[in-house]
Protein backbone atom coordinates (compact mmCIF):
# COMPACT_ATOMS: atom_id res chain seq x y z
CA UNK A 1 0.00 0.00 0.00
CA UNK A 2 1.33 3.67 -0.68
CA UNK A 3 0.84 5.78 1.92
CA UNK A 4 0.06 9.48 2.19
CA UNK A 5 2.69 12.04 3.42
CA UNK A 6 2.12 12.77 7.23
CA UNK A 7 0.66 15.84 8.10
CA UNK A 8 3.71 18.63 8.97
CA UNK A 9 1.58 19.35 12.59
CA UNK A 10 2.77 16.12 13.72
CA UNK A 11 4.69 16.42 16.55
CA UNK A 12 7.90 13.36 16.64
CA UNK A 13 6.05 11.02 19.04
CA UNK A 14 2.84 11.07 16.92
CA UNK A 15 4.43 10.69 14.02
CA UNK A 16 6.57 7.43 15.29
CA UNK A 17 3.61 6.02 16.78
CA UNK A 18 2.05 6.45 13.44
CA UNK A 19 5.33 4.81 11.34
CA UNK A 20 4.98 1.91 14.08
CA UNK A 21 1.43 1.39 12.86
CA UNK A 22 1.30 1.45 9.48
CA UNK A 23 4.75 -0.94 9.62
CA UNK A 24 2.35 -3.64 11.60
CA UNK A 25 -0.62 -3.15 9.06
CA UNK A 26 1.97 -4.00 6.51
CA UNK A 27 3.43 -6.57 8.39
CA UNK A 28 0.15 -7.84 8.98
CA UNK A 29 -1.21 -7.87 5.22
CA UNK A 30 -4.55 -6.57 6.41
CA UNK A 31 -6.45 -4.13 3.92
CA UNK A 32 -8.40 -1.23 5.25
CA UNK A 33 -11.39 -3.36 4.80
CA UNK A 34 -9.98 -6.21 6.79
CA UNK A 35 -9.39 -4.20 9.52
CA UNK A 36 -12.94 -3.03 10.23
CA UNK A 37 -14.40 -6.55 9.77
CA UNK A 38 -11.66 -7.70 12.55
CA UNK A 39 -11.85 -4.92 14.76
CA UNK A 40 -14.80 -2.74 16.37
CA UNK A 41 -13.59 0.54 14.66
CA UNK A 42 -14.70 1.56 10.96
CA UNK A 43 -12.80 1.64 7.92
CA UNK A 44 -12.75 5.75 7.81
CA UNK A 45 -11.29 5.46 11.64
CA UNK A 46 -8.29 3.63 10.15
CA UNK A 47 -7.87 6.26 7.34
CA UNK A 48 -7.99 8.72 10.26
CA UNK A 49 -5.71 6.88 12.74
CA UNK A 50 -2.98 5.32 9.93
CA UNK A 51 -3.02 9.33 8.23
CA UNK A 52 -2.30 11.08 11.69
CA UNK A 53 -5.40 12.87 11.39
CA UNK A 54 -6.30 11.51 15.14
CA UNK A 55 -4.94 9.24 18.03
CA UNK A 56 -6.02 5.92 18.01
CA UNK A 57 -7.74 4.70 20.42
CA UNK A 58 -5.83 2.15 23.06
CA UNK A 59 -8.14 -0.30 21.88
CA UNK A 60 -7.01 -0.11 18.30
CA UNK A 61 -3.61 -0.31 18.51
CA UNK A 62 -3.95 -3.62 20.99
CA UNK A 63 -6.08 -5.18 18.52
CA UNK A 64 -3.26 -4.46 15.65
CA UNK A 65 -0.66 -5.58 17.26
CA UNK A 66 -2.60 -8.63 18.52
CA UNK A 67 -3.14 -9.19 14.93
CA UNK A 68 0.40 -8.92 13.36
CA UNK A 69 1.95 -10.81 16.30
CA UNK A 70 3.96 -7.77 17.60
CA UNK A 71 3.89 -6.69 21.49
CA UNK A 72 1.83 -4.33 22.57
CA UNK A 73 3.47 -2.60 25.53
CA UNK A 74 5.84 -0.22 24.24
CA UNK A 75 3.38 0.56 21.41
CA UNK A 76 1.08 1.70 24.26
CA UNK A 77 3.66 3.55 26.12
CA UNK A 78 3.94 5.65 22.83
CA UNK A 79 0.25 6.04 21.80
CA UNK A 80 -0.35 7.70 25.69
CA UNK A 81 2.65 10.05 24.99
CA UNK A 82 1.57 10.90 21.67
CA UNK A 83 -2.19 11.41 23.04
CA UNK A 84 -0.72 13.80 25.74
CA UNK A 85 0.32 16.11 22.86
CA UNK A 86 -2.32 15.63 20.87
CA UNK A 87 -4.35 16.82 23.87
CA UNK A 88 -1.55 19.73 24.04
CA UNK A 89 -2.15 20.93 20.41
CA UNK A 90 -5.90 21.27 20.73
CA UNK A 91 -5.41 23.18 23.85
CA UNK A 92 -3.50 25.50 21.84
CA UNK A 93 -5.66 25.40 18.99
CA UNK A 94 -8.53 26.86 21.80
CA UNK A 95 -6.65 29.25 23.39
CA UNK A 96 -5.98 30.45 19.80
CA UNK A 97 -9.31 30.52 19.22
CA UNK A 98 -10.39 32.32 21.94
CA UNK A 99 -7.78 34.89 21.64
CA UNK A 100 -9.15 35.73 18.17
CA UNK A 101 -12.55 36.40 19.55
CA UNK A 102 -11.05 38.38 22.16
CA UNK A 103 -9.74 40.51 19.70
CA UNK A 104 -12.80 40.94 17.68
CA UNK A 105 -14.58 41.87 20.07
CA UNK A 106 -12.35 44.79 21.28
CA UNK A 107 -12.50 46.10 17.75
CA UNK A 108 -16.39 46.03 17.82
CA UNK A 109 -16.28 48.15 21.06
CA UNK A 110 -13.76 50.29 19.70
CA UNK A 111 -16.44 51.07 16.80
CA UNK A 112 -18.74 52.44 19.24
CA UNK A 113 -20.77 49.24 20.51
CA UNK A 114 -21.49 49.21 24.11
CA UNK A 115 -18.72 47.24 26.54
CA UNK A 116 -20.05 44.45 27.86
CA UNK A 117 -17.61 43.33 30.79
CA UNK A 118 -19.43 39.79 31.66
CA UNK A 119 -17.68 37.99 27.64
CA UNK A 120 -14.21 39.35 29.02
CA UNK A 121 -14.78 37.56 31.91
CA UNK A 122 -15.84 34.83 30.78
CA UNK A 123 -12.72 34.60 28.41
CA UNK A 124 -9.92 35.24 30.90
CA UNK A 125 -11.51 32.02 33.14
CA UNK A 126 -11.32 29.81 29.71
CA UNK A 127 -7.57 31.41 29.06
CA UNK A 128 -6.95 30.59 32.33
CA UNK A 129 -8.45 26.72 32.30
CA UNK A 130 -6.60 26.09 28.91
CA UNK A 131 -3.20 27.17 30.08
CA UNK A 132 -3.58 24.70 33.04
CA UNK A 133 -4.61 21.83 31.26
CA UNK A 134 -2.03 23.00 28.61
CA UNK A 135 0.88 22.62 31.61
CA UNK A 136 -0.54 19.47 33.18
CA UNK A 137 -0.30 17.52 29.57
CA UNK A 138 2.76 19.03 28.86
CA UNK A 139 4.27 17.71 32.49
CA UNK A 140 2.75 13.99 31.37
CA UNK A 141 4.43 14.17 28.58
CA UNK A 142 7.54 14.63 30.05
CA UNK A 143 6.95 12.19 32.73
CA UNK A 144 6.19 9.60 30.13
CA UNK A 145 8.71 10.28 27.85
CA UNK A 146 11.94 11.11 30.05
CA UNK A 147 11.86 8.21 33.06
CA UNK A 148 15.53 7.85 32.18
CA UNK A 149 16.22 11.55 33.17
CA UNK A 150 15.84 10.68 37.22
CA UNK A 151 19.30 10.29 38.44
CA UNK A 152 20.05 7.07 39.76
CA UNK A 153 22.93 5.83 41.49
CA UNK A 154 25.14 3.10 39.29
CA UNK A 155 24.57 -0.20 40.73
CA UNK A 156 28.14 -1.80 39.46
CA UNK A 157 28.81 -3.78 36.75
CA UNK A 158 28.88 -2.88 32.97
CA UNK A 159 25.62 -0.81 33.28
CA UNK A 160 24.64 2.65 34.04
CA UNK A 161 21.75 3.48 36.32
CA UNK A 162 19.50 1.03 37.64
CA UNK A 163 20.67 -1.62 34.52
CA UNK A 164 23.61 -3.71 34.34
CA UNK A 165 24.80 -6.48 32.24
CA UNK A 166 25.46 -9.70 34.20
CA UNK A 167 26.52 -11.83 31.21
CA UNK A 168 25.52 -15.59 30.97
CA UNK A 169 25.82 -18.06 28.18
CA UNK A 170 22.98 -20.27 27.95
CA UNK A 171 24.11 -23.34 25.40
CA UNK A 172 24.53 -20.83 22.32
CA UNK A 173 22.65 -17.90 23.62
CA UNK A 174 24.05 -15.20 25.37
CA UNK A 175 21.57 -13.26 28.35
CA UNK A 176 22.63 -10.00 30.08
CA UNK A 177 20.14 -10.26 33.30
CA UNK A 178 17.70 -7.56 32.20
CA UNK A 179 15.53 -9.83 30.25
CA UNK A 180 14.93 -13.53 29.00
CA UNK A 181 12.68 -12.67 26.01
CA UNK A 182 13.79 -14.23 22.89
CA UNK A 183 10.63 -12.77 20.99
CA UNK A 184 8.93 -9.52 21.94
CA UNK A 185 8.79 -6.34 19.88
CA UNK A 186 10.90 -3.97 20.82
CA UNK A 187 11.55 -0.72 19.54
CA UNK A 188 11.52 3.03 19.22
CA UNK A 189 10.80 5.14 22.71
CA UNK A 190 10.40 1.12 24.13
CA UNK A 191 11.59 1.80 27.82
CA UNK A 192 12.58 -1.12 30.43
CA UNK A 193 14.32 -4.10 30.57
CA UNK A 194 13.81 -5.37 27.42
CA UNK A 195 15.35 -2.19 26.16
CA UNK A 196 18.50 -2.83 28.24
CA UNK A 197 18.98 -5.87 27.43
CA UNK A 198 19.03 -5.06 23.59
CA UNK A 199 21.72 -2.31 24.70
CA UNK A 200 24.19 -4.51 26.49
CA UNK A 201 23.70 -7.24 23.78
CA UNK A 202 24.61 -4.80 21.63
CA UNK A 203 27.96 -3.87 23.98
CA UNK A 204 29.15 -7.34 23.44
CA UNK A 205 28.49 -7.21 19.51
CA UNK A 206 31.07 -4.26 19.54
CA UNK A 207 28.42 -1.89 19.12
CA UNK A 208 27.99 1.57 20.57
CA UNK A 209 24.30 2.08 22.06
CA UNK A 210 25.20 4.37 24.37
CA UNK A 211 24.55 4.13 28.39
CA UNK A 212 22.61 0.99 29.57
CA UNK A 213 19.73 3.70 30.72
CA UNK A 214 16.52 0.69 29.18
CA UNK A 215 15.76 3.58 26.96
CA UNK A 216 15.55 2.51 23.17
CA UNK A 217 16.40 6.02 21.81
CA UNK A 218 17.56 6.79 18.43
CA UNK A 219 21.16 6.01 19.26
CA UNK A 220 20.25 2.30 19.89
CA UNK A 221 17.94 1.61 17.14
CA UNK A 222 20.94 3.37 15.00
CA UNK A 223 23.58 0.15 16.09
CA UNK A 224 20.57 -2.30 15.85
CA UNK A 225 20.50 -1.26 11.91
CA UNK A 226 23.90 -1.90 12.36
CA UNK A 227 23.74 -5.03 13.63
CA UNK A 228 20.97 -5.95 10.88
CA UNK A 229 23.38 -4.34 8.30
CA UNK A 230 26.32 -6.35 9.33
CA UNK A 231 24.00 -9.96 8.63
CA UNK A 232 22.17 -8.57 5.94
CA UNK A 233 19.27 -8.59 7.18
CA UNK A 234 16.26 -5.87 6.42
CA UNK A 235 17.50 -3.11 8.91
CA UNK A 236 14.28 -1.99 9.88
CA UNK A 237 16.29 -0.89 13.70
CA UNK A 238 13.34 -2.57 15.37
CA UNK A 239 14.11 -5.83 17.92
CA UNK A 240 11.97 -8.58 17.14
CA UNK A 241 12.54 -12.43 16.67
CA UNK A 242 15.18 -12.05 14.04
CA UNK A 243 17.20 -9.63 15.38
CA UNK A 244 16.85 -10.92 19.02
CA UNK A 245 18.70 -14.55 17.63
CA UNK A 246 21.48 -12.26 16.07
CA UNK A 247 21.83 -10.44 19.39
CA UNK A 248 21.69 -13.26 21.31
CA UNK A 249 23.96 -15.68 19.28
CA UNK A 250 27.84 -17.00 20.36
CA UNK A 251 29.79 -17.97 18.86
Known amino acids: MRWKALPRSLDPQARQLVVELRRLKDHSELSLTSLQAKTPFSR???????????????????ALARMAGADVTPLLALRD?????????????????????????SVGRSAGRERDPEPEIRVAALS?????????????????????????PETGGAGVGKY???????????FAGNSATTSRLVMRNATGPDAAEVQCLLLRHKLSPGEVDGYFGARTEAEVKRLQRQDHVPADGMVGEQAWALLRHVD
Not at 92 to 101: I, L, M, P, V
Open 81 to 105: AAEENWAAAAVTSAESGSAARSEAR
Open 44 to 62: SSWERYLNGNAPPPRVAVE
Open 164 to 174: TCAYARHGDQL
Open 128 to 152: LAAGALLLSAITSVLLITAPWREPT
